[in-house]
Nanobody, 127 residues
Framework: VQLQESGGGLVQSGGSLRLACVASGRTYTEYSLAWFRQVAGKEREAVACVDSDGSISYAGSVKGRFTISRDNAKNTLHLQMNSLKSEDTARYYC??????????????????????WGQGTQVTVSS
């Protein structure tokens, strides 16, 4: 599986961005798909996840502002980010995590659950 993100950039506080991830190489319908983010010197952590059964979960810090969605027919994953804050500044990664027939919801996957990573896309929110 290859995952390729796009859509990052520089935005002012309160603005919006939409991240996209295109998967190739194999089917990923059985995987949970998630967006992680990482700030230099800190651990990579999940912010949103959509399981293979459609269940969705969010980190508390982004709930109500971010929306994750997947389109299995187009092999794509999106993250709509609204009301962005300076603390959302990070490198965002698309990830495929094997839940082995279950789901991570209502929780989120840990980085050790991830089988495949994208290269990441930088999001910078200026205050």
């Amino acid at each position: 599986v290859q995952l390729q993100e796009s859509g990052g950039g520089l935005v002012q506080s309160g603005g919006s961005l939409r991240l996209a991830c295109v998967a190739s190489g194999r089917t990923y319908t059985e995987y949970s798909l998630a967006w992680f983010r990482q700030v230099a010197g800190k651990e990579r952590e999940a912010v949103a996840c959509v399981d293979s059964d459609g269940s969705i979960s969010y980190a508390g810090s982004v709930k109500g502002r971010f929306t994750i969605s997947r389109d299995n027919a187009k092999n794509t994953l999106h993250l709509q980010m609204n009301s962005l804050k300076s603390e959302d500044t990070a490198r965002y990664y698309c990830a495929a995590a094997g839940a082995y027939g279950g789901s991570f919801s209502p929780g989120l996957p840990h980085r050790t659950h991830v089988d495949y990573w994208g290269q990441g896309t930088q999001v910078t929110v200026s205050s």
